[in-house]
């Protein structure tokens, strides 16, 4: 709990955004009792209002984004409906991502297997989706690209991404365990999802100011890129 205050990234009366750890889950449920949210209220147990605007998957790390009154989660939900908020995304991904591929478009199909698990797969029977890229840097044997969804669908980015063909690092559902051991061999010691919401950027519903959040990445991703930047 002592750890969620240190890393709160902006705070005022209407929004608090926080960088999210891997590993944390927004909110209970799912056999977790406790998560992100829970946390943050007893955090702040004077706090009368503290609602999530949006999720990142547990494994997620980076920009989360919560209301502290009510009028603020409508106005940030309503920016949410009407594609007025941009998250952008870092993700590390198998192989050499094409330059040309700036956007993939592929409808996405949710189904809960018996165990309770959500998995994502693309489907013309799905719902209409779109995430943005761009290639931010390459290495030998992959590729960090920027992804910004257009839609809001459950695993979007990590099923797009395997869907043309580059799934992400230590992606437990969508990834590729040779890839896994590539990056573990090349001693990046990468041992967790390699996708972060790296920057959101939205009207504040107090002062209807633009504002963009940076959040910064944690050691291990650090670690794992300052790795495959060195000469083979």
């Known amino acids: ?45 004077e706090a009368r209002f503290l609602e999530l605007v ?13 209301a502290k009154k009510r009028s603020a989660l409508r106005s940030l939900h309503e920016q949410l409906r009407e594609k007025g908020m941009q998250k952008d995304y870092l993700a590390l991904v198998r192989g050499q991502w094409q330059s040309h591929v700036r956007s993939v478009q592929a409808p996405l199909l949710k ?77 990046t010691g990468l041992k967790r999802l390699f996708l972060h919401a790296a920057a959101l950027k939205f009207t504040h519903p107090g002062t209807g100011e633009v504002m963009r959040i940076d959040a910064p990445m944690d050691e291990s991703l650090k670690r794992c890129l300052q790795m495959l930047r060195k000469p083979v």
Request: proline letters at 4%.
């Open 54 to 66: 949006h999720r990142l998957d547990r494994d997620t790390s980076g920009v989360l984004l919560v």
């Open 111 to 187: 189904n809960i297997l018996q165990s309770g698990e959500r998995i994502v797969r693309v489907s013309q029977e799905g719902k209409p989706s779109e995430t943005r890229f761009k290639v931010e840097e390459r290495y030998a044997f992959a590729t960090l690209v920027r992804c910004s969804p257009v839609t809001g669908r459950t695993h979007q980015i990590r099923v797009h991404t395997q869907y043309a063909g580059h799934p992400i690092a230590f992606d437990d559902r969508y990834g590729d365990r040779e890839f896994d051991q590539q990056l573990t061999e090349a001693g």
């Open 1 to 45: 709990m002592a750890a969620l205050a240190d890393v709160i990234l902006y705070e005022d009366d209407h929004i608090l955004v926080l960088n999210k750890p891997s590993g944390t889950a927004v909110h209970g449920g799912s056999g977790l009792s406790f998560g992100v949210i829970e946390g943050l209220r007893a955090l702040r147990p």
